[in-house]
């Protein structure tokens, strides 16, 4: 019987990463990601994968296997388990980080942990939970044993030989799978271009430490929530120089207090204080460890920024150390976010200035040693923009793997015997938008979005006899945005309304088409732009 893995989202951007694998006319999937919204989806919160596929065969789903607790694989299980609430497996803290989510929405899922290296059976599956280091603790890869031989997603990993918690990629693990055979490999792409290996999460402990020892004013460092590593190295830095940590944003408070309670942080509770008391000590004496790092516009650091946190006031002399590289598309936010903490005195460390990240994925020599060691049969990248993909394939080709297939979102491998078979586009993958409450296709409304905020708007109003086609008001023309709204193009258009609309017997249907022909005809010839017009007519 042919086994099948299909790809719902993270082959061909970063993140929605989503894979479901198909043994028996069963599925379980492996991962459920979002992705966060690029600088043009105006107005759209969070970025999903399609389901529908999944939904359509909700009674075939088994269950939802986890890699590890980043939101770009595990945000979007509130949405999933909405429509098709199934169990969910993963390492502890994985579990733990998504199942807090999960409550928040209202859903009441069953979350299983698994120990790491044991052999769990659900439904016609057979996988297991090999440990991986990440930027996040309790990573792992999934191994599934199938009809048609061994099943090894990566999940996100590197290579440290010397992780925060003890816990390294299980390489023993992998050589032992790869000398069993390996049928198809899944890994990580999102460094494949990058040469070399990346340094050890650990060797950030001495620089995090000297600039926050050598900081006389208060310390702000921001990192991502779920990168709990990094947070307990900043702790430790900041309690070895005399500081107190107080956490700042909701998710980070969320995260340290699960961490904490499953003791994958340890941070002595006496040197903890709430964000409250910062503003009443010596600001000598505090860290405060918050979110923020992506520059997202209501996030704690970016009001420090503005000015505008109700907590924390930057001053004169303060450090902060943003300990993150920008996700693609958060540039230019991120960098807004230096000039304005700059601009109010303080003194910002970030990885372009100064040694205080490192990624958690591997790079070249990592993947091609991780390559070497698993020997699949056939390999497929994932996790990774399509430059990324190719560059991965790329090495898996100059290792001699003797399959090596770039599948986009919506592809599907099958494995049959000796043959390893693409269907392209095999199931819908598009971008789903989650937009306020709304989820679904809002294309349409994000290019008018687009379009208000490049040309602008303009609302005429007017009063209209209907059997005579005599103006009794107006024309009133409002504009929003449009080039500071100069009168002469405005009265030209008024003019250009009450000359189209005529004479005689008409209806507020045809005055409404020729007051938005009117406005397009003069404000076209006039400025070149195309502002969106609003005709509202009042009939008398």
């Known amino acids: 019987m042919s086994v099948q893995v299909t790809f719902l989202g993270g082959l061909g951007e970063i993140g929605r990463n989503c894979a479901a694998v198909e043994i028996d006319g069963r599925i379980a999937l492996i991962d459920c990601g979002l992705m966060f919204p690029e600088e043009h989806m105006l107005g759209v919160d969070l970025v999903l994968p399609d389901f529908s596929w999944l939904v359509e065969r909700r009674d075939d789903v088994e269950c939802v296997i986890l890699t590890h607790g980043h939101e770009d694989h595990v945000g979007a299980l509130s949405y999933f388990l909405a429509e098709i609430n199934v169990p ?7 579990v733990e ?31 297991k939970l090999v440990p991986v280091s990440h930027s996040i603790p309790d990573g792992a890869a999934v191994a599934l044993d199938t009809s048609e031989g061994i099943i090894v997603h990566s999940g996100d990993f590197k290579l440290d030989p010397t992780p925060v918690d003890g816990r390294p990629t299980d390489l023993p693990t992998f050589a032992e799978l790869g000398r069993e055979g390996v049928r198809l490999l899944l890994s990580d792409s999102t460094n494949a271009e990058r040469p070399g290996f990346v340094p050890s999460e650990s060797s950030l402990g001495h620089s995090l430490y000297d600039i926050i020892a050598e900081s006389r004013g208060r310390v702000i460092a921001a990192c991502f929530a779920s ?23 909701r998710s980070m408070v969320r ?99 100064a040694n205080v990240h490192v990624s958690g994925h591997g790079s070249r020599d990592e993947l091609l040693t991780f390559l070497n060691v698993v020997r699949p049969q056939a390999f497929v990248p994932v996790h990774g923009e399509y430059r990324h993909l190719k560059a991965h394939a790329d090495l898996a080709e100059k290792m001699k793997v003797p399959d090596v297939v770039v599948c986009e979102d919506g592809d599907a491998v099958v494995l049959d015997g000796d043959e390893t078979i693409v269907r392209r586009n095999a199931v819908p ?8 409450t709304g989820v679904g296709d809002v ?6 979005r687009r379009h208000l905020a490049d040309d602008g708007v ?22 929003h945005g449009f080039m500071d709204a100069p009168d ?53």
Request: proline content about 4%; aromatic content about 4%.
């Open 443 to 448: 294309r349409r409304a994000i290019r008018d």
């Open 88 to 94: 969910v497996y993963g390492t502890r803290l994985s």
């Open 488 to 540: 002469p193009v405005l009265k030209a258009a008024a003019a250009e309304i009450v000359n189209l609309v005529g004479t005689g017997k008409t209806d507020a249907d045809n005055v409404r088409r020729k007051i938005v022909q009117a406005v397009r005809t003069v404000t076209r010839r006039e400025t070149a732009r195309r502002p969106v017009v609003i005709p509202v007519v009042i009939e008398f």
């Open 429 to 436: 993958a598009g971008y789903v938008y989650l937009d306020g």
């Open 255 to 353: 995260n340290v207090d699960i961490a904490s309670t499953l003791e994958v942080l340890d941070i002595p509770a006496k040197r903890i204080i709430a964000i409250e008391a910062v503003g009443d000590m010596d600001p000598s004496e505090v860290c405060v460890i918050s979110t923020g790092s992506q520059g997202e516009p209501f996030a704690a650091l970016s009001l420090m920024a503005a000015g505008e946190h109700r907590s924390v006031t930057l001053e004169e002399g303060d450090t902060v150390l943003i300990s993150a590289t920008p996700i693609p598309g958060n540039e230019k936010s991120v960098s807004r976010v230096i000039n304005g903490l700059t601009r109010r005195g303080a003194h910002v460390f970030h990885g372009r200035n």
């Open 227 to 249: 990168h709990l590593h990094r947070v307990q190295q900043i702790a430790d830095a900041a309690i070895d120089s005399g500081r107190k940590i107080a956490f700042l944003g």
């Open 458 to 479: 303009i609302v005429v109003t007017v009063g209209v006899d209907m059997q005579t086609s005599e103006f009794v008001h107006g024309p009133d023309l409002d504009s």
């Open 97 to 127: 980080l998504a199942s807090s989510r999960v409550e928040e929405n209202g859903i009441d899922a069953d979350f299983r942990a698994l120990a790491d290296n044991t052999w769990t059976e659900h439904g016609p599956f057979r996988f």
